[in-house]
């Protein structure tokens, strides 16, 4: 009989912000697929009878090529096996778990996806930083600072836009090009931006500053992936509702 695959958002670090779902199917789990943005303490959850697959992500380290990785979940499940690919934040969040189901799709392996806190909200939330506010910002854009290619490749112009958040994955490489590029179309070097490194995790860090200068900031600090940059007034309230740590 075949098996099944769960693909699972394993939230930004805190294991609390597993969801029930998560940490139910975590613990039936006979085979697990993790990659490096899922924490320790997370890891730490799966049962020793589980077979635990570490399949990489960090650029130069050892890691699995994604077509791998597609493979092997579906070979798992059809020796009859309970199989969880293991994500940090949300698999459908800039976490490749479209193309990790299509090829389950294709071979007629029977799978569910379980959603999970997504690092702008859960940075957000442990930086006090409100994504949306009805004096500041009434949209957030979620967005990616990586390409395939290596570049950043944004839609600058659109970016610059009042009352809308910035929340940028994966954009410390490009922090830089980043900075320059909003500020040459248009936006105020005044703008606020946070970089959360680590967030919801106890290594928390959060530093803020404008767009001008974040890149300097992120330099002095040794900022160090994983970090998320909000861009917007609403890293003002930062000071205000900050709570954690
Ligand atoms: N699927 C994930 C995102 C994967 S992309 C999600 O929904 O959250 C990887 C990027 O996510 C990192 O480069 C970083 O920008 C961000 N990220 C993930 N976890 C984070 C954390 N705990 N703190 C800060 N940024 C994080």
Redesign the pocket.
Known sequence: MNGKVYLI?A???DPELLTLKAHRLLLGADVVLYDR?V?DEIIALIPDAAEKMYVGKAKSLHSLPQGEINSLLAKKAKEGKSVVRL?????????R?GEEIEELVEEGVEFEVVP?????A??AAYAGIPLTHRDYAQSVRFL???LKDGSTGLPWDELVHPAQTLV?????TGLAEISDSLQRFGMLGSMPVAI??????KR?RVFTSDIKNIPQIALDNEVK?????IIGEVVLLQDKLSWYN
């Open positions: 958002g939230g930004p670090g943005l924490g994500k940090g934040g949300d698999p459908f969040i800039f976490g778990g999970g806190v997504t690092a702008a859960g940075c990616t600072g990586h940028i994955y994966m954009g410390l959360v490194e680590k967030g919801t995790t928390q992936s994983p970090a998320l940059l």
